[in-house]
């Protein structure tokens, strides 16, 4: 009897509770589990965007790989930077207006930091992928109507692409197009195979 395949030569941990990340991670057809970082998210004094969401992304994985240091951990996150100052996620809807509103016209880059992790391995790697977004000009009753029926307060910049917000876009450059959903697959297939996970 031949021996089943196994891709995977240890387990596979996603650091974040995020049904975005999750479905995404879901795509390369292997078997993981999630597991919630408890890492404090407040941007330190200065701190800029892309650097926020590597220190971030690093932070996720490395409390969840001290859980789990068998494990192969990923850890992700995403900032908006306007001008260089940081979106987070909105979190209600006066916050998601001025969000928009302020976006309105304007190219936002969006900074998908990943960090991938195994402690007993030694394996440690880190990446960010840079999307540019081009926002359409925005009247508050586009805004509304959209924050109405999308209702994205759990996404950073407020603009839900994989859904209604992509209609609120008049372009979107990267060399990563997941990365704007929350994990930038074609960096996270990259890094796992540095681990050593076996992937097409």
Partial sequence: MQASFNPLP???VL???SPYRRELLARLRLPFETVAPQV???PHAGEAPAALARRLAA??????ARQRPQAIVVGSDQVADLDGVALGKPG???RAV???RAMSGRTV???TALAVRCLDSGYAADDVAVVQVQ???LDDATIERYLLAERPYDCAGSAKSEGLGIALLDAIVSDDPSALVGLPLIRTARLLRGAGVVLP
């Avoid at 932070?59 to 969840?64: G, N, R, S, W």
């Fill in 59 to 64: 932070a996720k994985a490395d409390a969840v």
């Fill in 98 to 100: 001025a969000q928009l």
């Fill in 40 to 42: 404090d998210e407040t």
């Fill in 15 to 17: 650091a974040s509770t």
């Fill in 135 to 137: 926002f359409r000009a």
């Fill in 10 to 12: 240890r387990p596979l």
């Fill in 109 to 111: 880059r969006f900074h």
């Fill in 92 to 94: 209600h809807h006066a």
